[in-house]
């Protein structure tokens, strides 16, 4: 096995760990934002897996609040955060809440009101670049997010100001998967990729459940080029087998019949 296959199963492996790690976080309560953490794990583990995304230098915004779980699970995971800490998530005062704020560790900003997280990424790549400061800023985004007007507005400006945004990195989970249903049954956003181009972005769309796919897209960063948006399109199930059809993808009722399957599973891929 070359050092490069090598790599691309550690990440693939480390997102299992991601999933498996949100499950057992979920079964605490015993429902939650388990799905937003299975459609992204791939996005996770190569981002904070790959050592593109430097922590604590380079900035990391988290749009989409719930989607904190996902950050949680991969950091205990890449040595960012005590693993017992995981064991506490979502209960009351503890470190690990459920829907990110502004207590939430390792993020420089998560929004709670979607569509906001897009503007602050682009105020922080402005800032260092007018600093001068060897940083990238990284923001992940949901494709419900796509909806709001905000959403455009600051992939306008950024745009406007794209000689100063070529270090801002935008990744959005495409999964069709919103509180109120599949977005295509709210608000259809389609076709996504010829908006965004018409924003005057750079525009790649990946299958988000390909670590090697993602890991070329975040890779072709580049400092003299657009703002570069990566249409991840993923699975709210992230294509696991034992979530039944009628499963709330966005915000799941874990019993210990659907737990016990699910662990079976990620175990059986980590064996």
């Known amino acids: 096995m070359t ?95 459920a829907i990110g704020t502004e207590r939430t560790p390792l ?20 800032a260092t670049h007018l600093a001068g400061e060897d940083r990238d800023t990284y923001a992940f985004v949901s494709d419900g997010e796509m909806q709001e007007g905000q959403t455009w507005e600051a992939a306008m400006f950024a745009a406007h100001n794209r000689r100063r945004m070529g270090r801002l990195v935008v990744v959005v989970d495409v999964n069709n998967s919103q509180v109120d249903g599949p977005v295509t049954s709210v608000i259809a956003i389609e076709p996504l990729a010829q908006k965004w181009r018409s924003f005057g972005w750079r525009v790649l769309e990946v299958d988000g459940h390909d670590v090697d796919a993602l890991s070329s897209a975040l890779a072709s960063r580049s400092a003299d080029a657009e703002p570069l948006v990566i249409l991840a399109r993923t699975e709210i199930f992230g294509r696991m087998r034992s979530l039944p059809s009628s499963a709330d993808g966005h915000f799941i009722k874990l019993d210990a019949t659907l737990e016990r399957a699910l662990i079976a599973e990620l175990e059986a891929a980590l064996a």
Request: charged share 20%; aromatic share 8%; proline share 3%.
């Open 3 to 97: 050092g490069q296959q090598q790599a691309i199963c550690d990440l693939r492996r480390l997102a299992a760990r991601v999933r498996l790690n949100a499950t057992r976080m979920v079964a605490i309560q015993g429902f939650g934002y388990l799905g937003q953490a299975l459609s992204s794990a791939e996005i996770f583990a190569v981002l904070f897996g790959s050592g593109l995304l430097r922590p604590r230098r380079d900035r990391f915004v988290l749009a989409p609040g719930h989607y904190v779980i996902g950050l949680y699970a991969v950091a205990a995971e890449v040595g960012l955060l005590d693993p017992r800490e995981l064991e506490s998530y979502g209960k009351d005062s503890a470190l690990l809440e």
């Open 107 to 126: 993020v420089d900003l998560v929004c709670g009101s979607l569509g906001q997280g897009l503007s602050g990424a682009i105020g922080f790549a402005l």
